[in-house]
Each structure stands twice: as structure tokens, then as C-alpha cells.
């Protein structure tokens, strides 16, 4: 069995998880917590979601996220807005100190980033960026259901027939 390091799949989660690691650290200092950032972020990409909407986004329960924007709302981070053609749906959105809140936290994820990336050169970083914007392209190609040929399920197919033997170029399941 092949070292497990060597799949890209492996090292991209790994740097995933510990750039998160490494954020939540940082951001500790703040006072506030990474279910709380995680709402922050969202809101302030998607301004006025819906509870299940950020549910989805953040890939948790309706309930999970009801009890996470009650906590941001008792903060005074966020508030709850009807909907005016469906009084049934409450819209969510940041408050001004919210937005300031956002703004510390984008440098730190921006300190943090700098920091994991210092031993690349500007090309480097630019390239690494090129490359990982090609894979997520790919990828929610393939989860739109893409007819392209270069879907992510096309791709995997192509290497698998080439059985190139080229550890780094396959994706651990």
C-alpha cells in the first residue's frame, strides 16, 4: 500500500485542516468561536440568507444553525428580518459590529494564508492559486452535474485507464 502522504487528496485535506487549525488559534484572541465565524462568513458573502439556507451552507442540521444565529443575534452580530412576502421565513443579516467583526477576522485569515505561504515565491502563489481555482472548477462542474467530458468522474476515469503509476496525481478516496 502506497504512503498515504503522497495522495493529493491526503495533502490538500491535511493543509485544509491545519490552516483552519492555525485560524481558529488566531482568531481565539478575538472571542469568538469557529461555528460563530463560519456564520459571520457566510452572511457577509450571502447577505439576507434564510435559516435553512445557512444550514446548507454550512453543511449542518436547521436546528444546528437556528441555535448558532440565536447566539449571534443575543451577541448583537446579527439580525432576523421577515421576509415581506412570506412573513413564514426570516432573513438573516449582519449588524454594523458584525461587519467591523469581519473585517479583524478577513486579516487574520489573510496573516494566516501569508504565513503558511511564506516559503513560495509571488509565482508561486499565483500559480498554486491557478491550479486549485482549475480543480474547484472541475469539481462543481461535476457536481452540477456537468455534460463536459472533463468532469472530475471523466478525469478520475481518464487516469484510472492511463495507470500512469503517478502517486501524486491520484485523489485518495
Known amino acids: 500500500m502506497p504512503n498515504t502522504d503522497e495522495y493529493i487528496g491526503v495533502v490538500i485535506s491535511d493543509v485544509a485542516r491545519l490552516l483552519r487549525t492555525e485560524f481558529d488559534r ?20 450571502r447577505p439576507g440568507a434564510s435559516h435553512s439556507e445557512l444550514a446548507e451552507m454550512m453543511e449542518v442540521e436547521k436546528a444546528t444553525a437556528g441555535r448558532m444565529i ?4 443575543a451577541n448583537g452580530w446579527v439580525e432576523r428580518r421577515t421576509q415581506p ?30 504565513a503558511a505561504l511564506v516559503d513560495l515565491s509571488a509565482r508561486e502563489r499565483k500559480q498554486l492559486m491557478s491550479l486549485l481555482q482549475r480543480i474547484k472548477k472541475t469539481l462543481v462542474s461535476a457536481d452540477d452535474g456537468g455534460s463536459s467530458k472533463n468532469t472530475a468522474a471523466a478525469v478520475v476515469r481518464n487516469r484510472a485507464s492511463a495507470a500512469n503509476g503517478r502517486h501524486a496525481s491520484r485523489v485518495a478516496p
Do not use: C, M, P
Open 26 to 45: 488566531r482568531v481565539r484572541r478575538l472571542g469568538i468561536t469557529r461555528a460563530q465565524w463560519l456564520v459571520l462568513t457566510r452572511l457577509h458573502r
Open 85 to 114: 412576502n412570506d412573513r413564514r421565513v426570516k432573513r438573516v443579516y449582519l449588524t454594523a459590529e458584525a461587519e467591523r467583526v469581519h473585517k479583524r477576522i478577513w486579516r487574520v485569515a489573510e496573516d494566516t494564508v501569508d
Open 70 to 73: 440565536d447566539r449571534l443575534v
